[in-house]
């Protein structure tokens, strides 16, 4: 495939799912730490419904890896990864702190976050540099006491140091930050490397592009979150070719006729991916499918996210997961656990797919999960079509 510039629909999915761990044995060489390389970015959430997403994540890639392991190889001492601001609040690699050098500028030039900056901020700093690492809970609480925005000054403070690299967080207690000084966390020849706005979007640019293969210009700016003039970088740099990726044209995706209508990591060219297909539940924050569009685009499969939805108009329920399976996204689960059973509360398989063909992937899926996160029965309470309850219940 060396060269190649036209890829069909499949092509391009085959290669999306290489570049993102769930293709081949090789993707499962070097473990979460490898992964998180490879991914550039795992985004974190609170929400734990089997587990926390970012273990999710690493499950649907590596398998039935221990949850322990997991976290260890994400925050370990000293620092592997920090949480920083990509697509979304994210595990990044350690090595990633000189690239966001452009995000902390922005920040510190709209001295502005979603509250009013308070006047505490340098009492706050210095109390890190005095004490050491802390947790709002050392410096009053998160909270006024009012709802989840309604954070206290010191919260904010932490927050606002974060954004702009004065502290950074590299681990975590009981799902609560650790706040340090970014000076005894970053090693010293990252934090001395002081790059421009365009060579930070530069070398980002070049990690998205690997991470999802093949992607438009839409996909790459999801998966920064790039705005205004950053954004206008990003289309200089993809039109100069200095990021290193290159222009294909995807049989299927929207663009100008004779035009190249994506871009792609040219090593994801070199060859046809090959290998095992993973059978998993995907996680609703898994960056296989952060970017909705791109979802519909490259599977065709329509999502949304109907934990922020009023409970009496979800279709397909609060936490639902998208079932992979033969490199295709073939339905959905709507997961809970009670006890040591993994309870699913819905299951949807897309249409046209048929039962008796696709029934073993879904019970895969379910009972992997299952066993994962020490479950020993699974119940299936609901099923569309109906005819998949009783094959997948076993009864």
Known sequence: MIGVTELSADEARRIILRAQ?????????GGVHAMLRRLGAVQLDTISVL????????????????????ERAYWHDPAQSFEYWCHAACILPIEHWPLYSFRRRAYRERKFRWHEVPDNVEKLLDQVRESGPLTTSDVGGAKNGGPWWDWSDSKIGLEWLLDIGELVCSRRVGWRRVYDLAERVV????????????ECIVR??????RSLGVAN???????????GRHAAILDEVLLSGAAGLVPVTVAGWPGKKGQGNAW?????????????????????FDSLIWHRERTKRVFGFTYT??????????????????????GRLIGRVDPAREGSTLVARQVHLEPGLSPAKWADALSEALWSAAEWVGCDTVRVERTDPPELLPILNGT
């Open 51 to 70: 587990a926390r997403s970012h273990e999710l994540v690493a499950y649907a890639r590596l398998g039935a890896v221990g949850r322990s392991k997991v």
């Open 21 to 29: 761990g769930l293709i081949g044995a090789d993707a499962r060489k």
């Open 204 to 209: 980002l640019a070049a990690i998205a592009g």
């Open 305 to 326: 996210l109907e934990l922020y939805v009023p409970k009496h108009k979800r279709v397909h329920g609060y936490f639902t997961m998208p079932v992979l399976a033969g």
């Open 217 to 227: 210009r839409t996909d790459l700016l999801d998966f920064l979150r790039l705005r």
């Open 264 to 284: 792609a990591d040219p090593a994801g060219l070199e060859s046809e991916p090959r290998g095992r297909h993973r059978t998993t539940l995907v996680s609703p």
């Open 187 to 198: 090693p010293a020849d990252l934090l001395a490397e002081d790059l421009s706005d365009e």
